[in-house]
């Protein structure tokens, strides 16, 4: 095309221009399986309304079976502060399973080794983000998964800094994106983009056996590359490791005996950009794929029908994150989990707690070591998560450099710690081995040669501390008398540093302090407490597990009697 112009004509572009791609990475939690097994790891049995109640429910039995006869394959009947029996002679049941729910903080712990409720933390805490992630830690503790359950829904939802607090202190293992009536998946969105790292969403029915949510049963489920008959043991891993789509319907339930549709996602890093690619075995009614693209939520392509599909990613990309629609008389919808873009190098899209791993040749495979199989920790102040490294061919390639990285507020908890090393595991004879050379945490970054294949991770490198912290309470004073509230306050010495402290009153936890830039604390509200004469305590504890004690008397005057 031309345009006319005083001094005559010039050409106009009328090509759409775009901008540069940025070379880029990503890892994929998936991997095949002859079949999608079919699961769910939030329904209930007991009423929690007798009023309502219809008498149809009798316990984990009837649940169970109810799932079963619709196609599931696995599921955790998770009860409030019940746990579910150890085993129903089913290869797909999740033992010891619990909804927990004190404190308006729901947290789903499925399939875990604890014995009795108490084994898991019911902490009473007036941050919710602290007592989610207390219960998320004991869960793990006991070898169950744990994700926070419909963290939109009203009364119990999440600020989107008490879910950011909470999913970035604690790691569970997800968080609930749908369940019927409350859909959490914008929330979920922004939640991958401010971490920068995945988050798994779990979709839950939330059934409960009463006259007002019986009809939820079988609405969504969690699909499972695998083979027909695995063992739960075999199916949480997958779960931990992202490696499963969801499903939910939004208006009637997928017909039983059928078998829904097979969702597939890979990915390929074959070029400078990865491409991302979805196949099912029927054509979809669409297929869109979603993501945040220079700090923009948006879809990023859509196809109108068809069975298959790919994205060619640019490197903008936060994350990219696949969803399909199927209609069958109802409307079946299917999400991937989120597959993060890594930008700045071979970044494993695994990381966690701060922890970051960064390759400088493009052969090296790099992936985050769960907590259930990580070899034990370097003796000397272990920190860091657990990369194993690893290459297609099991070549190491020649001048193969790793870098292990940390967010400063993982380092701060460390007090005087002066130096950060990179560490390699040798299984024979099964110890760890400095191989990167110690810097300045300051730096947040360490750098060294790749000398084997094999799992690596950052460390403090502490010499022996057998040095018990000095503690001392400096309010209130010793002997006083606190009749309003009041802020406890302690000053700690210690030769590297505190990480924690832990004030009492007699036995009764006050708080735990972790945060030392604003000095150590916690708040004493007096009508929580008798009139009369209590003993304050405070415990400080360093990185070595030395632990120093401070007591002194005061009298609470307290309106509650004793």
């Known amino acids: 095309s031309v345009a006319s112009g005083a001094s005559g004509t010039f050409p106009i572009d009328n090509t759409k221009g775009g901008l540069p791609a940025i070379p880029a990475y990503c890892g994929s939690p998936y991997s095949d399986g002859t079949v999608l097994l079919r699961g769910q790891l939030h329904c209930h049995s007991y009423p929690d309304n007798p009023l309502v109640y219809d008498g149809s429910g009798q316990g984990p039995e009837f649940t169970l079976y109810k799932y079963m006869l619709r196609g599931y394959d696995f599921l955790a009947v998770t009860d409030h502060d019940i746990l579910s029996p150890g085993s129903m002679d089913w290869p797909g049941w999740a033992p010891r399973s619990v909804e927990i729910t004190h404190m308006d903080s729901h947290v789903v712990a499925v399939g875990t080794s604890a014995t009795e409720l108490s084994q898991l933390d019911f902490t009473d805490a007036e941050d919710k983000a602290f007592a989610t992630a207390m219960r998320i830690t004991q869960t793990h503790n006991r070898s169950g998964l744990a994700f926070i359950a419909h963290p939109d829904s009203r009364p119990y939802a999440f600020s989107a800094k008490e879910l950011y607090d909470a999913v970035r202190t604690a790691r569970p293992d997800g968080i609930g994106i749908w369940t019927p009536g409350n859909d959490s998946q914008r929330s979920w969105d922004k939640l991958v983009y401010a971490l920068g790292k995945p988050v798994w969403g779990y979709v839950e029915d939330d059934y409960h056996p009463d006259t007002l949510s019986n009809h939820k049963a079988g609405l969504s489920w969690l699909g499972v590359p695998g083979s027909q008959g695995e063992s739960w043991d075999v199916i949480k891993e997958k779960l931990r490791a992202g490696n499963y789509y969801c499903y939910y319907t939004t208006d009637g339930k997928w017909p039983g005996g059928t078998t829904p549709p097979q969702m597939r996602v890979t990915v390929s890093n074959s070029g400078s950009q990865p491409l991302i690619s979805v196949a099912f075995d029927r054509p979809m009614s669409s297929i869109e794929f979603y993501g945040y693209d220079w700090g923009f939520f948006k879809k990023l392509q859509g196809r109108g029908s068809g069975s298959s599909d790919s994205y060619q990613a640019t490197g903008r990309e936060k994350f990219v994150r696949v969803m399909a629609c199927y209609h069958f008389g109802g409307t079946l919808w299917m999400t991937s989990q989120p597959i993060v873009i890594n930008k700045e190098g071979n970044y494993s899209p695994y990381e966690s707690n701060g922890a970051r791993v960064m390759s400088t040749s493009p052969e090296l495979i790099l992936a985050y070591v769960d907590a259930d199989s990580k070899p034990l920790a370097p003796p000397s102040g272990y920190v860091g998560d657990v990369f194993d490294v690893t290459t297609a061919n099991g070549q190491l ?136 004469d209590w003993t304050l305590k405070a415990e400080a504890e360093d990185l070595a597990g030395n632990v120093g004690t401070a007591e002194i008397p005061i009298y609470v005057n307290s309106t509650t009697p004793r």
């Open 397 to 532: 390639p020649p001048n193969a450099t790793l870098q292990l990285s940390y967010g400063e507020e993982d380092i701060a908890p460390l007090g005087g710690t002066r130096y950060l090393a990179i560490y390699r595991y040798r299984d024979q004879p099964g110890e760890w081995v400095k191989v990167g050379g110690t810097v300045d945490p300051g730096t947040q970054s360490i750098e060294s040669a790749i000398t084997a294949l094999g799992k690596y991770c950052i460390s403090a490198d502490l010499p022996v501390d057998t040095t018990v912290p000095q503690v001392f309470i400096d309010n209130p004073p010793y002997g006083a008398s606190v009749a309003s509230n009041t802020t406890v306050k302690a000053t700690v010495n210690d030769d590297l540093g505190a990480w924690r402290v832990r004030f009492y009153l007699n036995d009764h936890l006050l708080a735990e302090d972790a945060d030392s830039s604003d000095g150590w604390g916690a708040a004493l509200k007096v009508s929580d407490y008798c009139t009369g």
